[in-house]
């Protein structure tokens, strides 16, 4: 895993939506909307997976994943790389399970420990 500059984890609670890219073990890519995007350490990032079947079936596949974020008006965000860990239960679980409610099932968390990160 790869610490992210303080620019970087600045950056990341700046600008969301955050667009996060998978691909199967075909190599066929899928882009997913993320609002819920945010930072979990200075190592890691984390993201409630609400409706979004295909991203979790390909980082079942497929653990690689990139994800980006940016404000169009000032052309600034941020983008990261980096291996999923997909979580169904546990604390963090059930804390986004509680926040999300509203919004529909939370069916899995995914947590991305970042090998790379830029922001631009």
Request: no cysteine; hydrophobic share 40%; aromatic share 8%.
């Amino acid at each position: 895993m790869a610490k992210m500059s303080e620019e970087v984890i600045k950056a990341i609670g700046n600008y969301k939506p955050a667009l996060v890219a998978t691909a199967d073990k075909n190599g066929m890519p899928n882009v997913s909307l993320k609002g819920s995007l945010r930072l979990l350490d200075d190592e890691r990032v984390v993201f409630a997976n609400l409706r979004s079947p295909r991203t979790v079936k390909n980082l079942q596949e497929n653990p690689f994943v990139s994800a980006t974020a940016f404000d169009p008006a000032t052309r600034k965000g941020w983008r990261i790389w980096g291996k999923a860990e997909i979580v169904t239960s546990g604390d963090l679980y059930e804390k986004f399970k509680k926040e999300y409610a509203e919004r529909g099932t939370v069916s899995h968390i995914i947590i991305i420990n970042v090998e790379e990160a830029l922001a631009f």
